[in-house]
């Protein structure tokens, strides 16, 4: 049963976009640069990471989750984000559009709160709970 929800949240992940890799840490784990731009004026990076550890004992999805974003140099632009917080997991969306001296140099809008929903609708629909971690 738990290599089925393994492989159930690995197909809801890559629904996502995202490619997540089974080692010995945690059951499954991802590293995904969503943003590297560069530009004549600078440089932005944005780089999720999540832990997902299926607790037999205890039949939980536990998931720890990590963004990062990074950025050098002068652009003008505008930023958002929303989030909503229910129970204990956050879902969060963002976006951004910059402009360097060339004009538009990148634009982005990802919704960072469907990746842990997917993973619980998994871990529900199989019987077990989600927690984040």
Request: no cysteine; net charge neutral.
């Amino acid at each position: 049963m738990k290599l089925d929800l393994l492989q159930e949240i690995e197909t809801q992940l890559a629904a996502n976009g995202l490619k997540a890799e089974r080692n010995g840490k945690t059951d499954l784990s991802v590293d995904a640069e969503l943003l590297d731009a560069s530009f004549s004026t600078g440089k932005k990076k944005l780089r999720y990471e999540a832990m997902i550890l299926l607790d037999e004992g205890e039949k939980t999805v536990k998931m720890y989750e990590k963004t990062t974003e990074t950025s050098a140099g002068v652009s003008f632009g505008m930023s958002g984000e929303s989030s909503f917080q229910s129970g204990s997991t956050l879902f969060r969306k963002v976006k951004s559009v910059q402009y360097g001296p060339e004009g538009k140099v990148f634009e982005y809008n990802f919704d960072l709160g469907a990746i842990p929903k997917s993973v619980k609708t998994a871990a529900q629909a199989a019987g077990w709970k989600f927690k984040t971690v």
